[in-house]
T-cell receptor, first 113, second 113 residues
Framework: DTGVSQDPRHKITKRGQNVTFRCDPI?????LYWYRQTLGQGPEFLTY????????KSRLLSDRFSAERPKGSFSTLEIQRTEQGDSAMYLC???????????FGNGTRLTVT | QQQVKQSPQSLIVQKGGIPIINCAYE??????FPWYQQFPGKGPALLIA?????SEKKEGRFTISFNKSAKQFSLHIMDSQPGDSATYFC????????????FGTGTLLAVQP
């Protein structure tokens, strides 16, 4: 499968714990995006990278969230001191360039208890 | 002004029917309008997209109708099948880019056999 890969698929954590998600984009896609989707809603943009540079962050991305894309390959999204409101599906997507379609992974579902 | 309003929230049709899902926007700077299909437990997958220089685009059984003056666009699914049962999201972005998509709230479609 050469699509966008996300790991883990599901994560249950207790409030206050830190969690980290990984995304492997489609090879040769230099743009990588993180979106968040809550139940019954459409995905919301969080941040994106062009190669290793993080070019934009949404206001939704609080100081507890940090994303990295070392060497312009895979990306990680870390949430520190998780809160119940962080419970959502975290989607990663990639595209070849600015004008190419987004390809989404199957997401990581986070549940904070 | 950044919102994309989608209706209906849910839709039930018989096999062979033509479900129509509508979206409206306010920001006249939007210039890329995709539709995504999402099955439970999966990420959104691009179905079809349109830019405002055309009023209609067809790909297989899926058609987008675009009304620039009314700032509305819709998805029509011809000869709908039970396998089309999914959640459909409209989205929009500007600057010619396909990355920072603003999604509608989704329409849950059920196609009955």
């Amino acid at each position: 499968d050469t699509g966008v890969s996300q790991d883990p698929r599901h994560k249950i954590t207790k409030r206050g714990q830190n969690v980290t998600f990984r995304c492997d984009p489609i090879s040769e896609h230099n743009r990588l995006y993180w979106y968040r989707q809550t139940l019954g809603q459409g995905p919301e943009f969080l941040t994106y990278f062009q190669n290793e540079a993080q070019l934009e962050k949404s206001r939704l991305l609080s100081d507890r969230f940090s994303a990295e894309r070392p060497k312009g390959s895979f990306s990680t999204l870390e949430i520190q001191r998780t809160e119940q409101g962080d419970s959502a599906m975290y989607l990663c997507a990639s595209s070849l360039d600015l004008n190419s379609p987004l390809h989404f992974g199957n997401g990581t579902r986070l549940t904070v208890t | 002004q950044q919102q994309v309003k989608q209706s209906p929230q849910s839709l039930i049709v018989q096999k062979g029917g033509i479900p129509i899902i509508n979206c409206a926007y306010e920001n006249t700077a939007f210039d890329y309008f995709p539709w995504y299909q999402q099955f439970p437990g999966k990420g959104p997958a691009l179905l079809i997209a349109i830019r405002p220089d055309v009023s209609e685009k067809k790909e297989g059984r899926f058609t987008i109708s675009f009304n620039k003056s009314a700032k509305q666009f819709s998805l029509h699914i011809m000869d709908s099948q039970p396998g089309d049962s999914a959640t459909y999201f409209c989205a929009a972005s500007y600057g010619g880019a396909t990355n920072k998509l603003i999604f509608g709230t989704g329409t849950l479609l059920a196609v009955q056999p």
